[in-house]
């Protein structure tokens, strides 16, 4: 019988009971209904090939393939194989790989059209750490101050892949790392819910446009700082055969990044758009 557990009061939520490669659209409709109620599921205790990851993600909207081309499956190239190809030419570690998706972001700000959510399927998980944070940006935006709200609730900003640093360029073509900026709402209504969020993205953001860029970076750091509050965060463990979808349109995500080196962390990855 299908079960949903929310897992705190403002985002995450466990979901049993369910075989997606079996799943009536009378169940789908009730995942998919706290999916945008809890911003993020996760569906314990699956059993998937490829094709079959795919044809779930596809019932949630348009699946896209991911920029970075070098990660994606020869096979099915809609999926993003993330965690191999650890070690570099000469056996060291490429600590890329290790760290990637460490630090508060949401999927794809750097796209022209918005980021709809991201489905991880986890294959392989190492014995210790390598956990998901999660929080919501629906709260983020209430608890903001007034003055704050009002100054920004005209604004956009400014997406690059990498962000102001580009620390992770190198994983993109030289076409790719060619795009103009991308630029959304800093504040924004969800397209499902009718709710308002903050839509900051300290890890792709560039710069809030209009704005002198030493303006822009106070603004930037300004906001940053009250993205994240700690009872808004759901801490999510996984086990292999789980698959969390998160709503990038309202949650922000981070990995710890803090698993054991020599051991897999293996997920596949699927982007779905509006």
Same mark, same amino acid.
């Given at each position: 019988?299908?079960?949903?557990?929310?897992?705190?009061?403002?985002?995450?939520?466990?979901?049993?009971?369910?075989?997606?490669?079996?799943?009536?659209?009378?169940?789908?409709?009730?995942?998919?209904?706290?999916?945008?109620?809890?911003?993020?599921? /996760?569906?314990?205790?699956?059993?998937?090939?490829?094709?079959?990851?795919?044809?779930? /993600?596809?019932?949630?909207?348009?699946? &896209?393939?991911?920029?970075?081309?070098?990660?994606?499956?020869?096979?099915?190239?809609?999926?993003?194989?993330?965690?191999?190809?650890?070690?570099?030419?000469?056996?060291?570690?490429? &600590?890329?790989?290790?760290?990637?998706?460490?630090?508060?972001?949401?999927?794809?700000?750097?796209?022209?059209?918005? /980021?709809?959510?991201?489905?991880?399927?986890?294959?392989?998980?190492?014995?210790?750490?390598?956990?998901?944070?999660?929080?919501?940006?629906?709260?983020?935006?209430?608890?903001?101050?007034?003055?704050?709200?009002?100054?920004?609730?005209?604004?956009?900003?400014?997406?690059?892949?990498?962000?102001?640093? &580009?620390?992770?360029?190198?994983?993109?073509?030289?076409?790719?790392?060619?795009?103009?900026?991308?630029?959304?709402?800093?504040?924004?209504?969800?397209?499902?819910?009718?709710?308002?969020?903050?839509?900051?993205?300290?890890?792709?953001?560039?710069?809030?446009?209009?704005?002198?860029?030493?303006?822009?970076?106070?603004?930037?750091?300004?906001?940053?700082?009250?993205?994240?509050?700690?009872?808004?965060?759901?801490?999510?463990?996984?086990?292999?055969?789980?698959?969390?979808?998160?709503?990038?349109?309202? /949650?922000?995500?981070?990995?710890?990044?803090?698993?054991?080196?020599?051991?897999?962390?293996?997920?596949?990855?699927?982007?779905?758009?509006?």
């Amino acid at each position: 019988m299908l079960e949903i557990v929310p897992q705190n009061p403002y985002v995450g939520a466990i979901v049993s009971g369910v075989d997606v490669n079996t799943i009536s659209d009378e169940d789908f409709a009730q995942v998919y209904r706290a999916w945008l109620d809890h911003g993020v599921i /996760c569906v314990r205790g699956q059993h998937l090939d490829m094709a079959g990851f795919l044809a779930y /993600c596809r019932r949630f909207g348009r699946v &896209k393939p991911h920029l970075v081309k070098r990660t994606r499956d020869p096979d099915y190239p809609d999926i993003t194989v993330m965690g191999t190809n650890k070690r570099k030419a000469d056996g060291s570690l490429d &600590k890329s790989i290790l760290t990637r998706g460490v630090g508060w972001h949401t999927d794809l700000p750097w796209d022209q059209e918005i /980021c709809k959510s991201t489905q991880l399927y986890a294959v392989a998980i190492p014995s210790r750490g390598g956990d998901t944070l999660f929080t919501s940006m629906y709260l983020a935006w209430d608890r903001l101050p007034d003055a704050l709200k009002e100054r920004v609730a005209n604004l956009k900003a400014e997406f690059v892949y990498g962000g102001r640093k &580009k620390p992770h360029d190198d994983f993109l073509t030289n076409e790719d790392r060619a795009r103009p900026p991308a630029v959304h709402p800093v504040m924004r209504t969800h397209e499902e819910t009718g709710r308002t969020s903050l839509y900051v993205n300290p890890f792709h953001i560039t710069r809030i446009a209009g704005l002198a860029d030493d303006e822009s970076d106070a603004l930037i750091e300004e906001l940053s700082s009250h993205l994240v509050h700690d009872d808004a965060v759901y801490r999510h463990k996984w086990q292999t055969g789980d698959i969390v979808i998160w709503d990038n349109r309202c /949650c922000l995500h981070s990995a710890t990044g803090d698993y054991p080196p020599e051991e897999d962390r293996i997920h596949w990855r699927v982007t779905i758009m509006q």
